[in-house]
């Protein structure tokens, strides 16, 4: 079975500044790693897929690095904004293709 | 840019009815998926459907869930004796494979 653990749990950053959200994943043997955003009351938002057979995948100010051999990923947002605040969760494949999903990382930008 | 959407947004039913979740998946998926999320715990994996078949089920899914895609357009979750513990916010989600892509969700209150 698949556990994602996501540290921290909560975190507040002021305007402008990176952000840097980490997932760690206990079975290594996945073919890809997907981070999606939640806002309160609300979907999933998918942000990011990124492969196995890659180190890192980008979309605009955000970043996503994995590193299968440790079980671990992370989120960069660079230059955090307002709107930027959400939960962001992790979400680790196992069995058929089904995906386990870490507690999430609920950030809050300050202006 | 083409979406999953799940009807209604809101359902209250009471311990012991039936109720059925309704998803749009997007229209070249192949793979459609229910997941839950209880509120304040993690997104957990109810069910995949490929091919017109259960492809794999999460322990959670029991007798009492059942899934159809009934036409080419929609995909549904069935309670048949709902307990107040199936409160939660339900998604939907379909791949093509790839990249899962979640729809906004029908929170269930079970009363």
């Known amino acids: 079975k698949q556990e994602v653990t996501q540290i921290p749990a909560a975190l507040s950053v002021p305007e402008g500044e990176n952000l840097v959200l980490n997932c760690s994943f206990t079975?290594?043997?996945?073919?890809?790693l997907q981070w999606f955003r939640q806002d309160p009351g609300k979907g999933l938002t998918s942000l990011l897929l990124?492969?196995?057979?890659?180190r890192e995948q980008t979309s605009g100010r955000l970043n996503a690095s994995l590193d299968k051999s440790s079980g671990r990923s992370t989120l960069y947002i660079a230059a955090s904004q307002p709107g930027d605040s959400a939960t962001y969760l992790c979400?680790?494949?196992?069995?058929?293709?089904?995906?386990?999903f870490g507690k999430g990382n609920q950030v809050v930008v300050i202006p | 840019e083409p979406e999953v959407t799940q009807t209604p947004s809101h359902q209250v039913t009471q311990m012991g009815q039936e109720v059925i979740l309704r998803c749009v998946p997007i229209?070249?998926?192949?793979?459609f998926y229910w997941y839950r999320q209880i509120l304040g715990q993690k997104v957990e994996f109810l069910v995949s459907?490929?091919?017109?078949?259960?492809?794999?089920k999460s322990e959670i899914f029991d007798d009492q869930f059942s899934v159809e895609r009934p036409d080419g357009s929609n995909f549904t979750l069935k309670i048949r004796s709902t307990k107040l513990e199936d409160s939660a916010m339900y998604f939907c989600?379909?791949?093509?494979?790839?990249?899962?892509?979640f729809g906004p969700g029908t929170r269930l209150t079970v009363l």
């Open positions: 989600a379909s791949s093509a494979p790839g990249t899962q892509y």
């Open positions: 079975d290594s043997a996945i073919y890809n």
């Open positions: 990124i492969q196995s057979s890659q």
């Open positions: 979400a680790a494949p196992y069995g058929n293709n089904r995906l386990a």
């Open positions: 229209s070249n998926h192949l793979y």
């Open positions: 459907f490929y091919n017109n078949e259960i492809s794999e």
